[in-house]
């Protein structure tokens, strides 16, 4: 069965600062993506970032970017530039390329000091 | 364009009561995967639904089922509410074909007393 494991309860970052988020996740597949969401207090879902497991490039959306180790079964999100509306949980989510069930970590709070 | 929709917002039952949340996908879409997300967790799969026909279902009780309309709206049931069951329910409307994007709705917050 596949997991995802986010380590860091709680992030802070001052603003136009940058901050890293982790995630890790363990499967047996080959072919799979992985996402970065992020729920504000609004309570709606966004998704931030997609990434392809066959893509050896990493993504990127703006000040969003994520660094993909697939070998180490790794998916960080870097935030550049912070808000203080990037203040949110950042959830790190999994699905087997052609599934049908999206598979979350436990979330990441991150916090945006002025 | 309306985006995705669920009702009601929030609501309060009792033990042991049944409840029906509902979830209008965005126009176009013609699946629906539902979420339960306890309070300091991330979201739990517990249904998809594809045409009117179950796709999928995670590892929840026989309480929760779900349906799904000619329009693709859906409802998520459960019945003999458990204290447990208080939680956020997100409804996401599902973009076919790879990579399948999903559309969260603002979600049911669901309160069991």
């Known amino acids: 069965a596949q997991t995802v494991t986010q380590s860091q309860p709680e992030m802070s970052v001052q603003e136009a600062e940058t901050v890293t988020l982790s995630c890790t996740y363990d499967?047996?597949?080959?072919?799979?993506?992985l996402f970065w969401y992020k729920q504000p207090p609004s309570r709606q879902m966004i998704l931030v970032i997609r990434q392809e497991a066959y893509k050896q490039q990493n993504a990127t959306e703006n000040r969003f970017s994520v660094n993909f180790q697939k070998a180490a079964k790794s998916f960080s999100l870097k935030i550049s530039d912070s808000q203080l509306g990037d203040a949110a949980m950042y959830f790190c989510?999994?699905?087997?390329?052609?599934?049908?069930?999206?598979?979350f970590g436990a979330g990441t709070r991150l916090f945006v000091k002025a | 364009d309306a985006g995705v929709t669920q009702s009601p917002t929030h609501l309060i039952k009792t033990r042991g009561q049944q409840v029906t949340l509902r979830c209008s996908p965005i126009s176009g879409h013609k699946s629906v995967s539902w979420y339960q997300q306890v309070l300091g967790q991330g979201p739990q799969f517990i249904f998809q639904y594809y045409e009117k026909e179950e796709r999928g279902r995670g590892n929840f009780p026989d309480r929760f089922s779900a349906r799904q309309f000619p329009n693709y709206s859906s409802e998520l049931n459960v019945n003999a509410l458990l204290l447990g069951d208080s939680a956020l329910y997100l409804c996401a409307s599902i973009q076919e074909g790879l990579p399948m994007e999903q559309y969260f709705g603002p979600g049911t917050r669901l309160t069991v007393t």
């Open positions: 499967t047996s597949e080959s072919d799979y993506y």
């Open positions: 989510a999994y699905r087997n390329t052609g599934g049908f069930k999206t598979i």
